[in-house]
Structures are given as C-alpha cells and as structure tokens.
C-alpha cells in the first residue's frame, strides 16, 4: 500500500506508473483504493463509478476497469456533504459527519472488493487517501492504516519535496502514529525532486535513522504528468495558450468530470483558457465550454454570481459558440426542477436560456459507455454518460449525436439550437475520442495533431521507465512480499 504524507503528494501517478512497470515485467497487477473522493469519476463495463485515478492506474496495469478497484467513492455536492458510491453504485448522499460515523460499517464491503481485486494477480497496488497523520480521522478509518490493519498488509509512505518539509512529514508522520502503526510502514519514498538528487542523500539517511524505515529512492520531478488525467481539481492545471483556437472554461465551485478537457489541452492548436472566480470571460473566446458538475443548480448559482451568465449572453451576441457537458447541457436550458429536492429544497430554477430544452432532475442515475456519431459532421465518437436528470424541448428535435450502449439501437442525445451555435450534450469523454475532436476543432476553424490515448499510454510507459531509473525496485517487491 502507497500511503502519502498528504494530498496531492502524488501517490495516485506513482501506482500508475508501478502498475505500467510490473505490467511491462509479465506481471498481472491490479490497482485497488479503498475510498477515493473525486468528482472526476469514470464509468465500467457494467454501468458502475470509480474514481477516474483507478482507471488510469488499470490503463497502466493494462486490466479491464472494475467497480472493485474503488469500492467507495465519494463525490461532493456541498461543503459538508457528498454521493456516496459503493461498489459503483449510487448509496446515498451524507453530510460529513454522518458518513463518519458510518464509514466503518462499509468496511466489509471494502474488503470483499480488495479479496476479489486480488483474485489470479500476482501484485495488487494500493493506493491510501490523504494522510495517515490524520490521526483526528482514524476511528473507522477504511482509507489508510485502518485498511492496511484489517487487511494486514505493508505500507510505504511518499513524501512530496516540492511542496517543502518533506522530512518533517515523513518523520513527523512516524511520530504521531502508534507503534504497530509505525511498524506496518516498512519504507518510504520521496517523490518530485528538481534538480540533482544525489544533493538529498543525506536527507534520506536523516529520515532512516530517525524512523527505522528503508529508503526505496527519489523520484525525480516528472515533466510529461501534465500529459496524464488529474485525479482531482487539486490537480486542474492552468490552461495553455498559443493555439489558434481559444477555448474558454469556467471553472465551477463543483466542477466534475473535467478531464474531459485534458485532450484540449494537449492540442497544439488550441488554447485552452481556465477562466477562475472573479475573472471574466475572455471576449475573445471561440468556444465556451461549460463543463460539468456535482452540483448543476448550485453550480449555475455560482456561475452567475461570477457575472459570468452576462459574459456568456455577451459572447453569444458577439457570434461565439457554446458547448454544455452534462451539467453544463442542464444551464443551458430555460429552467431545471428538482421535484424531489435531490440537489437541496425541491422546486425549479430558471436556467440560462441559451437552449430551449427543460431538465427534470430525477432520483434514477445514468452510468453507461456509450458511442456513436456527431450529428453535425457525422464524426464517430465514443464516451460516457453519469448524470441525473431528463432533459426534453424543441432543441432536443436538433440532436447533437446519436449514440447508443453496446450493439443497441442508436438514440438521439443532446440539443443545438437553431443557429448551430449552442449545443449541448450529456457524453463526457467525447474530445478524447480523435476523430469527433479533429472534426469539433476543425469546425472551429483549427486542426488536430494528436492521437490523444496514444500519447497517454506511451506517457505511462516514460512514467514506468522513469520509477525504474529512481526506485529500487526489488525492494518494492521484497516489502510487498
């Protein structure tokens, strides 16, 4: 188990890419996390949700995705609450302090998803979720040591030098943990280095010394990262300019699924332009994107706060076009109601009118792989849809794609308005898809250079070969037995 000194240290890129390296050995290897909070989810085979970094890891792994790989999902709605997914599939919702004294009851499910994960592999990597040093969160925990405990398996801690006071934290974890929980770390690692690490030996000998632990190596700072999905918005990076086309995104207090723009950012001829709180839109925008969201009325409160629903009335005036994903399809619409109060106090909300359709938010939640074509330049595309909600009008007549699941009958989904302008869509993934985004970009006026799952699988394979240069890796194997 990769345990971390924190958030955000990089534990999830690390599992990735041990999961490419033993893969690349002949090794059957299988990611698996306990509990993952995201709203950056991904959709299995079988209709169910798991965290979208389990997806990268079984990509690294070269493994189907399965609902076992994360068992328990969490994805935030409010600042005190969020969905709670089990087993990929849809629990409940619960305030933070409930969930609390709740998780502890999931526990044997988390088990049973890792007893079936480790089935015919010979190595399962498992990634821990924040901090073991959460000492404040250990009653119940499922996340770190309280599943490494009950699972009875080894842990390495990771540390991250980039952020500063990496042998504090790793230390310091060691202090605050009680003694059997110190003796499950059997070593640990210090991730993102700049610069020559041959200058943090004695670093690594202070941390020995001080914890009893083996050292298993530095990783150096690993450019190409940028080219892999972020587990979460902690890892929503800037945008990126000098592209002819510029591609505007408003950054929602609930942003979800927002990997769908990492092929955007990836292309040369595109720029891609993160719009943050208290920012206007860019006047000079192509396309803006409305991404989606946890939380569709809130979020459309919150967009509208920013002032950005002026901007994007501006825009519209101005000839510039307008893409909803998801949540974002739902605001473009003339009105969302909740009848059964599932995002907060039942009633309706008028939307942006951008589009004339009317959403319905509904108990029941779509998960399912889907694929088809766009309609405007009959591109083939592929995705996924992961929402509640019905969304119906006249603009739904004018579809965006036809798509269906498997080798059913295609369907209409989506809208666009009478001038082609704005369009609105509830498949997420589809710019990963190179043959609808070349035939999107070129319709913007731009051009597509590149084999977007191409390039994120060879990225794997530097990331692998990247480990095997900075970690010793018989030691990895020797701690995991």
């Given amino acids: 188990m990769i345990q971390g000194t924190g958030s955000n240290v990089g534990k999830s890129l690390i599992v990735a890419g041990l999961c490419r390296l033993f893969a690349n050995r002949g090794m059957v290897v299988r990611p698996f996390k306990p509990q993952n909070m995201s709203n950056n989810a991904a959709v299995t085979a079988d209709g169910g949700e798991i965290g979208r970094a389990q997806a990268l890891q079984a990509m690294g792994a070269r493994v189907p995705l399965s609902v076992h790989m994360n068992p328990v999902l969490l994805k935030p709605e409010t600042d005190v609450g969020a969905q709670v997914i089990v087993q990929g599939r849809r629990a409940g919702t619960m305030r933070a302090r409930e969930y609390g004294s709740r998780k502890a009851e999931l526990l044997p499910k988390v088990l049973e998803s890792f007893a079936v994960t480790g089935r015919d592999a010979d190595l399962v990597l498992v990634e821990g979720a924040g901090s073991p040093a959460e000492i404040n969160l ?244 592929s995705g996924y849809e992961i929402h509640v909600g019905r969304t119906v009008g006249p603009d739904c007549e004018s579809a965006f794609s036809e798509i269906a699941e498997g080798t059913a009958a295609r369907h209409p989904d989506g809208a666009v308005s009478a001038n082609g302008r704005i369009m609105g869509t509830y498949v997420h993934g589809l710019f990963a898809h190179d043959g609808f985004r070349a035939a999107f970009l070129k319709d913007l006026g731009g051009a597509s250079g590149l084999a977007y799952e191409a390039e994120v699988d060879a990225t794997l394979d530097r990331l692998a070969a990247h480990l095997e240069a900075s970690l010793d890796i018989d030691a990895i194997l020797a701690v995991a037995g």
């Avoid at 009875?152 to 943990?177: E, K, M, W, Y």
């Avoid at 995104?249 to 092929?263: E, K």
Wanted: hydrophobic share 45%; glycine share 14%.
């Fill in 138 to 381: 250990r009653a119940g925990d499922i996340a770190n040591m309280g599943f490494a405990e009950a699972a009875d398996i080894p842990v390495a801690l990771c540390g991250d030098i980039d952020r500063g006071g990496v042998i504090a934290s790793l230390v310091g974890t060691h202090t605050i943990l009680p003694e059997n929980e110190r003796r499950r770390i059997r070593a640990f690692l210090v991730n993102r280095f700049r610069g020559d690490v041959s200058l943090f030996d004695e670093g690594l000998r202070e941390i020995s010394a001080r914890t009893g632990w083996r050292s298993l190596g530095v990783v150096p700072w690993f450019d190409a990262a940028r080219h892999l999905p972020a587990e979460d918005a902690l890892g929503l990076e800037e945008g990126k300019s000098g592209g002819a086309v510029k591609v505007a995104v408003p950054v929602i207090s609930r942003i979800a699924n927002f990997d769908d723009l990492d092929p955007l950012r990836m292309e040369a001829d595109v720029t891609l332009e993160l719009v943050r709180p208290g920012e206007p839109l860019p006047g000079d925008a192509d396309l803006v994107l409305l991404p989606g969201s946890k939380s569709t009325i809130g979020d459309l409160a919150f967009l509208r706060a920013q002032g950005w629903d002026i901007d994007l009335a501006a825009h519209v005036r101005r000839g510039g076009r307008v893409l909803g994903v998801c949540g974002g399809y739902q605001m473009l619409g003339r009105v969302i109601a909740d009848p059964d109060g599932i995002e907060g106090p039942a009633g309706s909300v008028e939307g942006l009118g951008l589009l004339d359709v009317e959403t319905v938010l509904t108990m029941d939640k779509r998960v399912v792989e889907v694929s088809g074509a766009h309609v405007r330049s009959g591109a083939p595309l």
